[in-house]
């Protein structure tokens, strides 16, 4: 219901309506709290906003700049140029904002998440909880004092947390080469629309008019890992715009570059412009698993993706499914499929036999509703309530009685535990000649039972969550068409 709101603009109330018309409910509690998250972000995306550019007013007197080593160094030796308490605590550690002479700590950028690590000194330990590149070029970390105290001028040794980079890495490279083979494999026509990279996931958005079948997916994975598995080299070179156009090199629409760029080039096989940090080898990001595929908006399709140590456990833990379901059905993992297949039979044929028994029972159930139908105004009318009968069964049940009289106005109920289902049918001639309403009625007594619903006039349901009520509700129900006849 949320994403149908968020991405669509779909009102929720219609999603209640369509959900009730058709046996279901929504959970309109857990999409006010998607919506409260979505807020969250949104104030959240707006405050670092103003946190950076009211943490570039604070440091505009500090003219010296900061050199970013990360390229090619995990630790650095550096000197504090700038520092800045802030006034809030997190876990009673004091927080603190700092700028350092030399860093290997990467900014968040191009879709990258930041480094994590820790700054250490004779005086004391920070930990760096993030990492934001200000409008004039330079890294500004945000940290946690584990021990002691800084100030400006100390010695430090800043070192980054050497898995979550390489984690970061792995993903990065990854998602060049799932960009190349996006293009090989769906046409030209596929490019970036928007790309996150974490330590435990890619997400890459891309332009393509359809959904990709199994197929595709397959191919797109199969093609990644081939070069994961050639070891192709990953190079890093700095030229101009043009020598890097004129070289190959795919630059992203949208993107603001300078004169000259960083290229980073995959072996033969991918050649982009980037600012962020990879491999040395694509064989280091181990393999690499497609998660999902689905559509985020009109002509955009995102994949998420998991490689190297993540996409490991994502495979271990398959695999102890697998291991799971061949321990429960006890057959060795070559002959899983054929007993699913078997059992998939017998639940279907079982289905069906159950089904046929069901239309003989609500047959014969209805032969003995129809002796309480009560005669109102011309109109044949029968409000009851039956035993554990979901949504599904009512609707049977109540075709059955509509079929041995047409023009009944009908209302039906039941509970099963906590929950109330209840269903209004009409017949056409009641409804064109009396003008019944089905969903007028339903709506009415569904407040009764603690819920919401309604319908057409010919057919209308609802759920509740007051059983002890239901027997009231179909009162009610007899009274709403009598004053409806009338």
Not at 66 to 86: C, D, M, W
Not at 345 to 373: C, M, P, R, W
């Amino acid at each position: 219901a949320f994403k149908l709101y968020d991405t669509y603009g779909f009102p929720l109330e219609l999603t209640c309506e369509i959900a009730q018309e058709n046996g279901s409910e929504v959970d309109v509690d857990g999409f006010e709290k998607a919506m409260d998250r979505q807020r969250e972000r949104a104030r959240k995306a707006r405050k670092e906003q103003a946190d950076n550019a009211f943490a570039e007013k604070k440091f505009a007197d500090v003219t010296a700049g900061n050199v970013f080593t990360g390229y090619h160094a995990l630790k650095t030796r550096s000197t504090i140029i700038a520092l800045n308490t802030l006034p809030e605590k997190e876990a009673g550690h004091t927080q603190v904002e700092l700028l350092l002479d030399e860093t290997p700590f990467y900014a968040e950028a191009g879709g990258q998440v930041a480094d994590k690590g820790i700054i250490s000194g004779s005086s004391g330990c920070l930990e760096v909880t993030d990492v934001k590149g200000l409008a004039d070029g330079r890294i500004l970390h945000l940290g946690s004092v584990k021990s002691g105290s800084f100030k400006v001028g100390d010695l430090v040794e800043a070192q980054v947390d050497f898995e979550h980079r390489q984690s970061v890495r792995a993903h990065h490279t990854c998602t060049h080469l799932l960009h190349q083979a996006l293009k090989n494999i769906l046409g030209d026509h596929v490019n970036q629309a928007g790309s996150w990279v974490g330590a435990d996931r890619l997400r890459f958005d891309f332009t393509h008019f359809q959904s990709l079948t199994a197929e595709e997916l397959a191919g797109i994975q199969d093609q990644v890992n081939e070069k994961i598995f050639s070891a192709a080299p990953v190079v890093t070179a700095k030229m101009t715009m043009a020598e890097a156009v004129k070289d190959g090199a795919v630059a992203l629409f949208g993107e603001k570059y300078g004169s000259m760029v960083r290229v980073v080039s995959i072996g033969s096989y991918s050649k982009e412009l980037c600012g962020g940090t990879h491999l040395n080898n694509a064989a280091e990001a181990g393999i690499f698993v497609i998660l999902s595929e689905s559509s985020i908006g009109s002509g955009i399709r995102r994949i998420e993706a998991v490689a190297g140590q993540v996409a490991y456990g994502y495979i271990k833990k398959r695999l102890q499914l697998v291991t799971a379901a061949t321990d429960l059905l006890k057959v060795p993992v070559k002959d899983l499929l054929a007993k699913i297949n078997d059992l998939s039979s017998e639940v279907s044929y079982l289905n069906k036999t159950n089904n046929d028994l069901q239309q003989k029972l609500f047959a014969a159930t209805a032969t003995g509703l129809l002796d309480n139908i009560i005669n109102i105004k011309g109109v044949p009318v029968l409000a009851v309530q039956v035993d554990n009968l979901d949504m599904i069964a009512l609707r049977k049940l109540g075709d059955a009685l509509k079929a041995k009289s047409p023009d009944l106005a009908l209302v039906l109920g039941s509970s099963i535990g906590s929950k109330v289902y209840l269903m209004a049918m009409i017949g056409d001639r009641t409804v064109k000649e009396h003008r019944l309403h089905a969903g007028k009625i339903i709506k009415e007594i569904s407040k009764i039972c603690g819920g919401g619903g309604g319908g057409k006039p010919h057919m209308a349901q609802a759920g509740g969550k007051k059983p002890e009520a239901l027997a009231g509700a179909l009162e009610r129900a007899v009274e709403l068409i009598t004053a409806q006849l009338s």
